[in-house]
């Protein structure tokens, strides 16, 4: 009887064991999510970023408060902290060197590093942290670091388990295409929301499309525009920290019956806001536990348009061009049954349109200006030479180059095939080659005006030097 009472009590204790991994295998698969948001405001005056070129607004004052919030996932071994700022954008210069300091304050032997997503709301009425409209001052800089390092930490710190539910929003006649005005595009608002396994809402994350310029190009305020109002309202109503990212606006407008202002803006934001409310309230959240997943690639982009490169040699662009060609990152996450794809720029909405269609037009949120600030990004087929936001942009192939990187981690997330790439490798090639000749013609020209300059101030000097030799006329 004794072989038996052991093996007997050997069995119970292998299944009480395989019970206990079982247990721990499944809270390793359990999302956790935590949120926080901290002050970015400007302590004094700064120049304001976002309308016309060069230092004209300076600020004179504060309108509202603007945050950085962020938003932490774990799942498994594998975290992403999601960051949006009241901002106009940010190079990717400066998100790898918020990534560095994070780096360096994570305790040896602890939890890895998360991956960061930093994208900004694009604000037109916050300060210049490009550099084209006056520049930053270092101090505000570090400021603003410590701000994300301090949010992303609490974040980090405030995670628990979470469910999440989704809903995609209809927004009608709130919005304009300035690049076609005769264009309607159907605008819609998709949000996720995070909510603790035992209650309470974690965080809300809204994406919409359209420009945060109703305060207007007259304005000396600080303030985040409409996004401000929207996520104050949103998380006065539920609670929580809600978070806002800026999607397909490149050419997109918002339209407001009450003009321009900050009244306009509230009614704007707020009325987004009560839409997302109201449809959040009736979403349930997705069945079982969400899953998290997410990928990068970096990707090598032609500069072909030679203001950008002009700009760049003079230290005016911010990202420095090395043989005609610039270095970004795309991302592509995978929430439940939610898909964020993250572009380094600005996308037109014919962009965000044909990422929705090829993934998945009810569950795809599109994130601009994230990890970097590239211009516009601008399908090949929808090129004009002579248009506003294609002299702003890299060529006629980066926002093909970069909506299909975008969009094949996306498929890949889904387990499906990738796209047939809209660039082939001649093409592409050839756009290489043109880029490394222009970038060597813009330096030829910049030394042959300075040396014009050169000689036509020594040949000042040298004049100048006769007369005083000359003797005095009689008169």
Same mark, same amino acid.
């Given at each position: 009887m004794v072989p038996m009472k052991r093996i007997a009590l050997a069995a119970v204790g292998a299944?009480?064991?395989?019970?206990?991994?079982?247990?721990?295998?499944?809270?390793?698969?359990?999302?956790?999510a935590g949120a926080a948001r901290r002050p970015i405001t400007p302590e004094g005056r700064v120049w304001l970023a976002g309308h016309g070129l060069g230092p004209f607004r300076r600020s004179r004052g504060v309108a509202h408060e603007l945050y950085v919030r962020a938003l932490a996932l774990t799942q498994g071994e594998r975290t992403l902290v999601l960051v949006s700022a009241d901002l106009l954008g940010l190079f990717r210069e400066e998100v790898r060197a918020i990534e560095t300091l994070l780096a360096a304050r994570r305790p040896r032997g602890g939890e890895s590093i998360p991956a960061v997503i930093l994208a900004a709301?694009?604000?037109?009425?916050?300060?210049?942290?490009?550099?084209?409209?006056?520049?930053?001052?270092?101090?505000?800089?570090?400021?603003f670091r410590e701000q994300v390092l301090a949010a992303i930490? %609490?974040?980090?710190?405030?995670?628990?388990?979470?469910?999440?539910?989704?809903?995609?929003?209809?927004?009608?006649?709130?919005?304009?295409?300035?690049?076609?005005?005769?264009?309607r595009d159907e605008q819609y608002a998709v949000a996720l929301r995070l909510q603790g396994r035992e209650?309470?809402?974690?965080?809300?994350?809204?994406?919409?499309?359209?420009?945060?310029?109703?305060?207007?190009?007259d304005n000396r305020l600080i303030g985040p525009d409409f996004p401000g109002y929207l996520v104050a309202r949103?998380?006065?109503?539920?609670?929580?920290?809600?978070?806002?990212?800026?999607?397909?606006a490149g050419d997109i407008a918002p339209l407001s019956p009450q003009g321009r202002g900050d009244e306009a803006a509230r009614i704007y934001g707020e009325t987004l806001a009560d839409l997302v409310e109201a449809a959040l309230s009736v979403a349930r959240p997705?069945?079982?536990?969400?899953?998290?997943?997410?990928?990068?690639?970096?990707?090598?982009?032609?500069?072909?348009?030679?203001?950008?490169?002009?700009?760049? %040699?003079?230290?005016?662009?911010?990202?420095?061009?090395?043989? @005609?060609?610039?270095?970004?990152?795309?991302?592509?996450?995978?929430?439940?049954?939610?898909?964020?794809?993250?572009?380094?720029?600005?996308?037109?909405? @014919?962009?965000g349109r044909h990422l929705r269609q090829g993934?998945?037009?009810?569950?795809?949120?599109?994130?601009?200006?994230?990890?970097?600030?590239l211009g516009y990004l601008i399908?090949?087929?929808?090129?004009?030479?002579? @248009?506003?936001?294609?002299?702003?942009?890299?060529?006629?192939?980066? @926002?093909?180059?970069?909506?299909?990187?975008?969009?094949?981690?996306?498929? %890949?997330?889904?387990?499906?095939?990738?796209?047939?790439?809209?660039?082939?490798?001649?093409?592409?090639?050839?756009?290489?080659?043109?880029?490394?000749?222009?970038?060597?013609?813009?330096?030829?020209?910049i030394m042959a005006a300075l040396l014009t300059v050169l000689l036509g101030m020594a040949a000042i000097v040298a004049t100048a030097r006769s007369a005083r030799r000359a003797p005095a006329g009689d008169g």
């Open positions: 299944l009480l064991l395989l019970a206990a991994q079982a247990g721990a295998a499944a809270a390793q698969q359990e999302l956790l709301t694009h604000t037109h009425s916050g300060p210049d942290t490009l550099g084209f409209w006056g520049g930053w001052d270092r101090a505000e800089r570090d400021r930490e %609490e974040a980090l710190a405030a995670r628990r388990p979470a469910t999440l539910s989704r809903a995609v929003i209809r927004v009608p006649t709130r919005t304009r295409n300035r690049r076609d005005p005769a264009r209650g309470g809402v974690l965080a809300t994350l809204v994406g919409f499309a359209a420009h945060p310029t109703l305060l207007g190009s949103i998380e006065a109503r539920s609670g929580g920290v809600a978070l806002y990212v800026t999607g397909a997705d069945p079982g536990v969400p899953g998290l997943d997410f990928r990068r690639r970096e990707i090598e982009l032609p500069v072909t348009n030679w203001p950008v490169l002009l700009a760049s %040699e003079l230290g005016l662009a911010g990202r420095r061009i090395a043989g @005609g060609t610039i270095e970004a990152e795309v991302w592509a996450v995978r929430l439940g049954e939610a898909y964020l794809l993250a572009l380094p720029g600005e996308p037109l909405a @014919g962009t993934l998945d037009p009810a569950t795809t949120v599109v994130i601009g200006l994230a990890n970097d600030a399908a090949r087929d929808e090129w004009r030479p002579q @248009g506003y936001e294609d002299r702003l942009a890299l060529s006629p192939l980066a @926002g093909d180059l970069v909506t299909d990187a975008a969009l094949a981690l996306g498929l %890949e997330l889904a387990g499906r095939p990738p796209p047939a790439p809209r660039t082939d490798a001649a093409d592409l090639a050839r756009a290489m080659r043109v880029a490394r000749q222009l970038q060597t013609a813009v330096r030829l020209a």
